[in-house]
């Protein structure tokens, strides 16, 4: 039997620098939005001071804390609506990730090991370069005098139909979400399903099961960490980002995220940007948490 | 501590370059003369700058931002050591009640008397205490001349991004700015209320005009509108007279088969007067000052006007600047047109946060 | 190794080639004899002039470079550590830790660690801030690849070789760490590539003077992303690539050194 101190000394090793620099880093900073969605915004900016320094209430001008921020968010549905659609699009884009990312993160997985790593890098190397320039291609390519833009709307001329715009649509914030997030949902794929053990699925081929059944009974469910993994980093970021929106978007494409720049960046009311945010993370907490619960349940399960 | 710690062990782990990246992680020290200037994207040339740095022995290190608002919500956050920065009227008000500058010494500003008198002494800091005109623009339409030309559309009202009946002809191929204060502003105009006019329901007029208006609209577009207008794609954009002045340059460089011009819209528009302030945290606040000092002389001023077509409050400047643009009614506006152009006010929170809510309803339906 | 379905390499390729579609307008336009990255014009190698004679940009791709390799070598450390933490002992409240500054939008994250520098801790914002900054958000990512690696794994091969005298650093050396190694070295290129994209996060707690690409990129918006950026862009690829193949010359190294 091994040592009880060491093995303590070895808890103590791996849990306390990872917990200590968060609780730095990122628990002190993460309370302070907490609190500042509870105080009031200031007059020109930033936050009003939790004290009134010159004593006593001054006309017009409030401190301390306050539920205003909050009342605010659900004084209207449209806040809430545009929670609801950034959940939409987060969902659309995480769904199309998967059903692309899981063809190439198979191929990897399978692949001799000289051709992982180079498949590995053909997939991490379009990132190396810079996020803007990227979207910004799309602008190109989506643009309304380019080639595909002519194409498509020449099949729908002959149809027909009314011209459409690729570019400054829906359409187009989505091709920009999935294609930016891609390889947050091959990597963690990736990692769950080389480690499958080639031998289940020669003992379902020898049962007699066809290559879907093989798929669906065998590899899909072992896969499930690592979709929920894939699925969580490009569902959540999704719902964070304002960039794409901003450049590839339309006139009615505004979601969460431009909505909480703007108060930042724009309003300058932090409170309420505070408190959208706090709504969001909360939300991608409890649906982490389901989905951790369902999870153990289906592995309880089985 | 701890992070060195874990970057030694981390470096030493997979060996290489240990010493290279230590290096690195040493603070840079400050030069001993350096001036740091927080101002817009590309609006000041190149020229300039080389020869303030040789004229003051010194170095100028610029940061950038692209939106009075990115600057202010950055300066509210605490990011402090900028020596100069160049707000807009409604940001330089705000910084000044929420006491961020340092008061200017007029004394040593010799050329302070080239400023044009109208734009001396504005709502903002009447007195000229704290800052000193820079260069304005004004908000307004610029479009294909050609394309508007063959549809038979004015070019000088706002009702060409207002008016269904004319928005039917430039159906998404319209860009509007994508600036909460501009765009209301716009509306406010073209319903005949002030820019600064915070009346509810004449806020939710302009609301309905634009909701209206919006479907024809191909997007809300703060940044890429020049290159747009320059390519083809869209043949009208709500926007700044200087990046329409680009715009035209790029076409006709480009080779384009068509024109960009731009015009000031007959029922008035946003008048955006940059002006240099000391911020209270700088450290170098007698190099900012010789900077103010610096670009008052017409030359200096001038420079920038000929590089990017802004509008210049600086009287000497107007010898040194390219006729064609010192011509141009759009960026010069002769006295008629400098009463209908209204500069934006800063507003109080409460009703920030109006707009805020109308704001999203408009980028919602 | 079982032969893969025709329909899969396809699907596998299409996705590649969507993939690298935009790449290769990037990289092409960086050849465009025009301001705008709108059209093709003619060829020219005038941009890649321009970037070498760009200051400004050199010095934010070298702040770039810096900060990511920094950045995501500690991220990779502490994230391992907390991945494995994790797994093995279920420590209540670091899954949450971790999770959170993922979960949580960036602007947030970004004006919150401003104030936190500033006015708690009144820390001069430099390159430091920015390493800082981003070894936060990249800590969650590397904890949930190299967890989900755990996930599933046979514990039976740890405690073999405990059973057989080996000390947990051994363990961990011997065992643990080659098994989780793919998931480590996927946790890096992703820290790595969050870190050198950033822009959100290195937008607030840059300090006066500092610049890092994309600051500089975006600082760039409004006149035109000229094919300088193309330019910078397809450079910062090249050497990404070279970066990458050196690292697993060097993984093999070290594994077969120590084995």
């Known amino acids: 039997?091994?040592?009880?101190?060491?093995?303590?000394?070895?808890?103590?090793?791996?849990?306390?620098?990872?917990?200590?620099?968060?609780?730095?880093?990122?628990?002190?900073?993460?309370?302070?939005?907490?609190?500042?969605?509870?105080?009031?915004?200031?007059?020109?900016?930033?936050?009003?001071?939790?004290?009134?320094?010159?004593?006593?209430?001054?006309?017009?001008?409030?401190?301390?804390?306050?539920?205003?921020?909050?009342?605010?968010?659900?004084?209207?549905?449209?806040?809430?609506?545009?929670?609801?659609?950034?959940?939409?699009?987060?969902?659309?884009s995480t769904l199309i990730c998967l059903l692309m990312a899981y063809p190439v993160a198979w191929l990897i997985a399978k692949s001799p090991k000289q051709h992982r790593d180079l498949l590995i890098l053909l997939v991490i190397l379009p990132f190396a370069s810079n996020f803007l320039i990227r979207v910004y291609a799309w602008m190109i390519i989506l643009g309304p005098q380019a080639a595909l833009a002519r194409m498509v709307n020449g099949v729908l001329g002959a149809?027909?139909?009314?011209?459409?715009?690729?570019?400054?649509?829906?359409?187009?914030?989505?091709?920009?979400?999935?294609?930016?997030?891609?390889?947050?949902?091959?990597?963690?794929?990736?990692?769950?399903?080389?480690?499958?053990?080639?031998?289940?699925?020669?003992?379902?081929?020898?049962?007699?099961?066809?290559?879907?059944?093989?798929?669906?009974?065998?590899?899909?469910?072992?896969?499930?960490?690592?979709?929920?993994?894939?699925?969580?980093?490009?569902?959540?970021?999704?719902?964070?980002?304002?960039?794409?929106?901003?450049?590839?978007?339309?006139?009615?494409?505004?979601?969460?995220?431009?909505?909480i720049k703007d108060q930042f960046l724009g309003v300058r009311d932090w409170p309420f940007g505070a408190t959208l945010s706090i709504v969001l993370t909360l939300c991608v907490l409890a649906l982490a948490g389901f989905a951790a619960w369902a999870g153990r349940a289906r592995r309880a399960h089985a | 501590m701890h992070r060195v710690a874990c970057a030694v062990r981390t470096i030493l782990r997979r060996a290489h370059g240990a010493h290279y990246l230590l290096l690195l992680l040493s603070l840079p020290l400050h030069a001993a003369d350096t001036l740091y200037l927080y101002n817009w994207n590309n609006y000041i040339s190149e020229a300039t700058l080389a020869r303030f740095e040789t004229q003051c022995q010194c170095k100028v290190v610029q940061d950038y931002y692209s939106d009075n608002e990115e600057m202010l919500a950055k300066l509210a956050a605490g990011a402090s050591g900028y020596d100069l920065i160049v707000p807009t009227g409604n940001a330089v008000e705000a910084l000044l009640r929420s006491n961020q500058l340092r008061p200017l010494e007029k004394a040593r500003l010799k050329n302070l008397h080239n400023i044009k008198p109208e734009f001396l002494s504005a709502f903002f800091d009447p007195g000229n205490r704290y800052s000193m005109p820079y260069a304005y623009t004004v908000t307004l339409l610029g479009y294909n001349v050609e394309k508007l030309r063959a549809l038979n559309l004015p070019t000088d009202t706002w009702a060409l991004i207002f008016e269904p009946r004319y928005l039917e002809k430039l159906k998404g191929r319209v860009t509007v700015l994508d600036s909460q204060r501009e765009l209301m502003a716009a509306a406010m105009r073209y319903l005949g209320?002030?820019?600064?006019?915070?009346?509810?329901?004449?806020?939710?007029?302009?609301?309905?005009?634009?909701?209206?208006?919006?479907?024809?609209?191909a997007a809300f577009n703060a940044s890429s509108y020049i290159k747009e207008l320059t390519v083809g794609n869209i043949w009208l954009a709500h926007g700044y007279s200087n990046?329409?002045?680009?715009?035209?340059?790029?076409?006709?460089?480009?080779?384009?088969?068509?024109?960009?011009?731009?015009?000031?819209?007959?029922?008035?528009?946003?008048?955006?007067?940059?002006?240099m302030v000391l911020h209270k945290t700088g450290r170098h606040p007698e190099l900012a000052l010789r900077f103010i000092d610096f670009m008052l002389e017409g030359n200096n001023s001038a420079e920038l006007t000929n590089l990017i077509g802004s509008g210049n409050p600086n009287r000497e400047a107007m010898r040194h600047i390219a006729p064609?643009?010192?011509?141009?009614?759009?960026?010069?506006?002769a006295t008629e047109g400098m009463k209908h152009l209204e500069m934006l006010r800063d507003l109080d929170r409460k009703s920030r946060r109006v707009l805020n809510r109308l704001w999203t309803e408009i980028k919602l339906r | 190794m079982r032969k893969l379905p025709v329909w899969l390499k396809l699907a596998a390729a299409a996705t590649f080639a969507f993939l690298y579609v935009p790449l290769v307008v990037v990289v092409v336009y960086s050849f465009n004899d025009s301001r705008l990255n709108a059209e093709w014009v003619g060829f020219t190698l005038d941009w890649y002039r321009v970037l070498f004679a760009d200051e400004a940009m050199l010095h934010a791709a070298r702040n770039s470079l810096t900060i990511a390799l920094v950045a995501s070598l500690c991220a990779t450390f502490l994230g391992t550590l907390a991945g494995l933490a994790i797994h093995r002992y279920h420590p209540r409240w670091l899954p949450l830790l971790v999770i959170t500054p993922v979960a949580m939008p960036e602007i947030l994250l970004g004006v919150s660690l401003l104030v936190f520098f500033i006015q708690v801790?009144?820390?001069?914002?430099?390159?430091?801030?920015?390493?800082?900054?981003?070894?936060?958000?990249?800590?969650?990512?590397?904890?949930?690849?190299?967890?989900?690696?755990?996930?599933?794994?046979?514990?039976?091969?740890?405690?073999?070789?405990?059973?057989?005298?080996?000390?947990?650093?051994?363990?961990?050396?011997?065992?643990?760490?080659?098994?989780?190694?793919?998931?480590?070295?996927?946790?890096?290129?992703?820290?790595?590539?969050?870190?050198?994209?950033?822009?959100?996060?290195?937008?607030?707690?840059?300090?006066?003077?500092?610049?890092?690409?994309?600051?500089?990129?975006?600082?760039?918006i409004k006149i035109a992303v000229t094919p300088e950026v193309n330019a910078v862009s397809t450079l910062l690829m090249l050497l990404t690539l070279l970066l990458v193949v050196a690292a697993s010359r060097m993984d093999k190294g070290f594994m077969k050194g120590r084995a």
């Open chain 3, 121 to 220: 801790l009144h820390l001069t914002l430099g390159l430091v801030s920015i390493v800082l900054a981003h070894i936060t958000f990249s800590i969650g990512f590397v904890a949930i690849v190299v967890r989900v690696r755990l996930v599933g794994m046979d514990e039976s091969i740890f405690e073999a070789a405990r059973d057989l005298g080996a000390s947990p650093w051994q363990t961990f050396r011997l065992v643990t760490f080659p098994l989780i190694l793919p998931a480590v070295v996927a946790g890096f290129l992703m820290s790595f590539t969050l870190s050198i994209d950033d822009f959100v996060i290195t937008f607030f707690t840059a300090g006066v003077g500092v610049s890092t690409l994309p600051l500089q990129i975006y600082s760039m």
């Open chain 2, 324 to 333: 064609e643009i010192a011509g141009n009614p759009a960026v010069f506006p």
């Open chain 2, 193 to 217: 209320y002030s820019v600064n006019d915070s009346d509810e329901v004449k806020w939710n007029r302009a609301r309905d005009l634009i909701l209206r208006a919006k479907p024809y609209w």
């Open chain 1, 159 to 259: 149809l027909g139909l009314e011209p459409v715009s690729l570019l400054f649509s829906p359409f187009a914030v989505l091709v920009g979400m999935v294609y930016v997030h891609l390889p947050f949902m091959i990597l963690p794929l990736y990692t769950n399903l080389e480690k499958h053990d080639p031998v289940l699925l020669d003992a379902a081929q020898d049962l007699g099961a066809n290559a879907w059944q093989r798929f669906w009974r065998v590899t899909w469910p072992l896969s499930l960490p690592g979709v929920f993994s894939g699925s969580a980093l490009v569902f959540i970021p999704v719902l964070g980002m304002f960039a794409i929106p901003d450049i590839l978007g339309g006139t009615r494409d505004m979601l969460i995220g431009n909505l």
């Open chain 1, 1 to 92: 039997m091994s040592a009880p101190r060491s093995d303590r000394l070895t808890r103590w090793a791996i849990t306390v620098p990872p917990t200590l620099f968060l609780l730095v880093f990122f628990l002190s900073p993460a309370l302070i939005v907490v609190l500042a969605a509870f105080q009031y915004p200031g007059e020109f900016g930033g936050l009003a001071p939790l004290v009134n320094p010159a004593g006593g209430n001054q006309h017009g001008r409030e401190y301390g804390l306050t539920l205003e921020n909050a009342r605010f968010f659900f004084s209207d549905f449209l806040f809430t609506e545009i929670f609801l659609r950034s959940f939409v699009v987060a969902a659309e």
């Open chain 2, 243 to 275: 990046d329409m002045f680009q715009a035209q340059r790029d076409a006709e460089k480009a080779g384009r088969p068509f024109h960009i011009g731009y015009s000031i819209p007959k029922e008035g528009a946003v008048l955006a007067l940059d002006s």
